[in-house]
Structure formats: C-alpha cells, structure tokens
C-alpha cells in the first residue's frame, strides 16, 4: 500500500491500489475476499461496522452445498462443531423432506449462528493477507468508461476521505447497498410479509420435531435449535402489522407460537428480539463494467428455507474464481468469463426468490381454497419421490446447475460430487483453487492456460471431467478427445 497524505479538504491526495475492493464483510464478502486473496491477489474491504462480526444475527442455516464449498476451503467440518444437523424437516404438520437422502458428505441441514460461519470466514481472509477497514463506507465511486480500474472515496470512522482505486469492485453491502446506488441500479420488487418478530430464546418444553413449522391462517411461526439450549424463534401475526421500529416484547411471540402449534413450549429468557419486514427483490445486472454485485446487494427474499445466505456464499464461490483468472492473465475471453457471473447467478437468484416466495405463502394460506392448495401441495411433495428430490436439491442447494452449450455432454453444468480420485478426494484438490481434471489412468496432462491439477479415477470410469475451482463441470466426455479437452481448457 501506497502512503497517504492529506489536503486541506480531509481527502488524501495519494489513492490506493488494489486488486479487489469488496464492499460489506458479511459472508459474502468474507468468502470472496478470502478466495482472492489465497489466489496471491491484493483485496481490501470496507465495511460500516466498526467491529468484527457479533454475536446478533438473523440467517442460522447452512445446507448441504454451502457446507460443499466451506469443505473445499477447509472449514466444513470446524463449522458443523458449532451446531446441530437435522436430517429431516416437517412442514405445515404433514410434510416430511428427508434431506439424508442427499448425496454428499453433509446429507442434513446445519444450525448455527450466522456469526460462526463469519468468525471463521474472517480468520481464513485475515491469514491469507486481506486488509480489513472497519468503520469505513464507501461514498463514492467512478468508473470511468474504458478504464482499467475504479476509483472509489473511502469514508473513514473519523470523517476522513481517501481515494482507493480498484482493478474490480464487489458491492457485498447487503439490501441499502452503497454500491448499488452509486450503480444507479433499481432494486424492483416488494415488501412481501411485515411485522416478522424473531427472537433467540430458551424453551422449557422440548419440540417433538427438531425444526418445526405451521401456519394457521392468521398467524405462522418456526422454531429451530441450535444445539445448545437456545432456539431460533419467528413469529408473524397477521392481525398485528407494527413497524419495524416499533417495540416488541417475549409475550407477543409466545402468543404467535400458541395460535400456530396450540403451545408456546414454555419460551423464556429472549437473549435478542427484534421486528423486521421481508422484501422480495432482485437488481436487473449482476455486473456493470467492473463493478460487480452479490449477496443481499443483489437479491432479497423471504427468509423461508433459510436460503438467504446460502444463496450469498454461492455467488461469492461463483465470482471469485473468475475474477482470479481475469486478474491473473488466465483467460483470453475474460469479458465472456465476467458475463458469465450473471448469466449464472442471476437465474438462480430468481429461483431462490420463486421458492422461498412459494413456502412463505403457503405458510399464510389463509382462505379455504387456498389451504386445499397447501394440503394438495404438501400432499404431493410427501409421497411423490420425484417431486420431494427436487424440492430438497433446490433448498439445500444440491441440484442448482448452471446452463450447459447445445450439444455438451449431460454433466457440463452440473455440480460434481466429492469424488474420491487417485490423489485424494475431489474437494481436498479444489482447495488448491485450480482447475481439476479427471481422466482415465495413462492420459497425459495436456498444456493448461489455467492452473490446473490432473488427477485419475481409482476404478475403470472412462469418462473425461474437467472441474472448475467452484466444483461444477466446465466439459465432460466419454473418451479423451485432446482437440475438445485444449479447446475446453482454453475458454
């Protein structure tokens, strides 16, 4: 980092330079700073708060994909210490997805603070070298058409103003994301449910279901445990629709929980409380020039199914190869690779928005013909196995695939499993952050633009896979084709 000195105005007249600046350290942004910064890549990140993460939080869940990734950065299985699995989940009273029937290491649904996943994300992007400023925004940015960089204001805890310049910027800001507005991008959608009252509390009586949830029409609630004596309570009452700002209080919540289970399990001691309001909304462009955004500055939704930071943690695995390779000169359609990050994120986010949109109004089903819907829709997912695999693959994340080019093989696309190969298991190499292609025993490692590790099947599988450092299949054939393996290897 370059010295800074200041003018009479405040503003320091020498900016920084970096590689990546990334707006917001939630676990969006921690994961992404963290991956480009083990890639040898300069990263700093601003962030409002002036400390690190807390012990408050909304998001607890983290499902089987989420855990997928962490495992490739060596942290999946320090962070399922923290909290408590659930192999199972029970619906409205009637609906059973049995999430052991995953095929991963991790077939369950993880409890946990979503300050646990941040603690550890935070250690990792702190060893591997990323400059943190807390107590900083960002109130201004200029990206200059044609530049090579972008040239922000950086806002200081103590008013002062210094100019940082960036290769590339990610807004990981959250839902009033600053680097959005300076975007001038809409935010289009609407508030979907008001007044929902969340809380972590201790029960005397335990649930008889590990995760419960019900809606009875005019009131919904879940509870879930984090393994440690305290639950994760939340409670909307549609009778009731105060301001976000407005005063809640313990007895407001046990009597959500009474009308929606018959009992309030006998919850005490509230260690936090708090009233909030959901929005669905997704922003048009995931990128503008060199600009880029991710997390909740992207996309927003009902918190049903727990998907949110989920969805968050997968864009930030889904960017942060790409912007290495950009930066690094491994690429020469770098543009198309940038692109790329809408093109595949921006579907997803719709469908996370389409899902969590749909349990959440089933849950406030409230009129006769829409309780039939529910009980016809539960009903369904409950007994027709089909149906039940691809609600559980999109909750947990399992079953999202990216768009494969016509003709391309029936794996391009899709996540690979953590294959246990020759020189380890597959999620053991992606560590590495490099690409890693699988191949039959005696094929020879072909010339790379990209890092790339090559390793074999232990069996007799002759199919060819190349696998991109965020565990998708980039190409797959069923002999080794050398001339579609360089050209797959050079886009």
């Known amino acids: 980092m370059t010295s800074n000195s200041e003018s009479a105005t405040g503003i320091s007249t020498t900016p920084d330079t970096v590689d990546v600046l990334v707006v917001g350290a939630g676990p969006t942004g921690l994961l992404l700073a963290g991956d480009l910064a083990a890639q040898g890549l300069s990263v700093t990140v601003v962030e409002r708060r002036r400390h690190e993460a807390g012990n408050v939080t909304r998001a607890f869940a983290v499902h089987a994909r989420t855990l997928e990734l962490l495992d490739t950065r060596g942290l999946a299985d320090e962070l399922v210490k923290t909290g408590t699995t659930?192999?199972?989940?029970?619906?409205f009273g009637r609906l059973g997805l049995d999430l052991s029937r995953l095929h991963t290491r991790f077939p369950f649904?993880?409890?946990?603070?979503?300050?646990?996943?941040?603690?550890?994300?935070?250690?990792?992007?702190?060893?591997?070298?990323?400059?943190?400023?807390?107590?900083?925004?960002?109130?201004?940015?200029?990206?200059?058409?044609?530049?090579?960089t972008v040239t922000t204001t950086i806002r200081a805890a103590d008013g002062t103003r210094t100019p940082l310049t960036a290769r590339y910027v990610v807004g990981t800001d959250g839902v009033r994301?600053?680097?959005?507005?300076a975007l001038g991008l809409p935010f289009p959608g609407k508030s979907v449910i008001r007044s929902i009252v969340l809380a972590d509390v201790r029960l005397t009586e335990e649930p008889a279901s590990l995760l419960t949830v019900n809606g009875v029409g005019d009131a919904f609630a879940f509870i879930a445990p984090f393994g440690d004596g305290w639950y994760r309570v939340m409670?909307?009452?549609?009778?009731?629709?105060?301001?976000?700002?407005?005063?809640?209080?313990?007895?407001?919540?046990?009597?959500?929980?009474?009308?929606?289970?018959?009992?309030?399990?006998g919850m005490h001691d509230a260690r936090w409380i708090s009233r909030f309001h959901s929005d669905e909304r997704q922003v048009p462009a995931y990128r503008v020039g060199r600009v880029f955004l991710a997390g909740d500055a992207a996309h927003v939704h009902s918190p049903a199914g727990g998907q949110g930071m989920n969805t968050g943690l997968?864009?930030?695995?889904?960017?942060?190869?790409k912007l290495a390779a950009a930066l690094r000169?491994?690429?020469?359609?770098?543009?198309?690779?940038?692109?790329?990050?809408?093109?595949?994120?921006?579907?997803?986010?719709?469908?996370?928005?389409?899902?969590?949109?749909?349990?959440?109004?089933?849950?406030?089903?409230?009129?006769?013909?829409?309780?039939?819907?529910?009980?016809?829709?539960?009903?369904?997912?409950?007994?027709?196995?089909?149906?039940?695999?691809?609600?559980?693959?999109?909750?947990?994340?399992?079953?999202?695939?990216?768009?494969?080019?016509?003709?391309?093989?029936?794996?391009?696309?899709?996540?690979?499993?953590?294959?246990?190969?020759?020189?380890?298991?597959?999620?053991?190499?992606?560590?590495?952050?490099?690409?890693?292609?699988?191949?039959?025993?005696?094929?020879?490692?072909?010339?790379?633009?990209?890092?790339?590790?090559?390793?074999?099947?232990?069996?007799?599988?002759?199919?060819?896979?190349?696998?991109?450092?965020?565990?998708?299949?980039?190409?797959?054939?069923?002999?080794?084709?050398?001339?579609?393996?360089?050209?797959?290897?050079?886009?």
């Open 86 to 91: 659930l192999t199972g989940l029970r619906l």
């Open 329 to 491: 000169g491994h690429t020469a359609g770098t543009e198309a690779l940038l692109d790329s990050y809408h093109a595949e994120r921006h579907p997803v986010g719709t469908k996370v928005l389409r899902a969590s949109g749909a349990i959440v109004r089933l849950a406030m089903a409230r009129s006769p013909l829409q309780r039939t819907v529910r009980t016809l829709v539960t009903r369904a997912l409950s007994v027709v196995r089909p149906a039940s695999d691809r609600a559980i693959g999109m909750i947990s994340g399992i079953g999202i695939a990216y768009p494969a080019p016509r003709g391309a093989h029936r794996l391009t696309g899709k996540r690979a499993p953590d294959l246990d190969l020759t020189e380890g298991r597959l999620h053991q190499l992606l560590a590495e952050g490099k690409f890693v292609l699988v191949t039959p025993a005696g094929v020879p490692t072909p010339t790379s633009p990209a890092p790339l590790l090559h390793t074999h099947w232990t069996g007799d599988r002759t199919t060819v896979l190349l696998v991109r450092p965020d565990g998708y299949i980039a190409w797959a054939g069923e002999r080794t084709d050398p001339a579609a393996l360089t050209a797959a290897l050079t886009r």
């Open 109 to 148: 649904l993880l409890i946990t603070p979503q300050y646990e996943v941040e603690h550890l994300l935070e250690r990792r992007a702190r060893t591997t070298g990323v400059d943190f400023r807390y107590g900083a925004e960002l109130t201004d940015l200029d990206r200059t058409s044609g530049a090579d």
């Open 235 to 265: 409670g909307w009452d549609r009778t009731h629709q105060a301001a976000d700002s407005d005063p809640v209080e313990l007895d407001e919540l046990r009597g959500i929980a009474r009308r929606a289970f018959g009992t309030d399990f």
């Open 177 to 181: 994301s600053s680097v959005r507005q």
């Open 314 to 321: 997968q864009d930030a695995a889904n960017l942060s190869w």
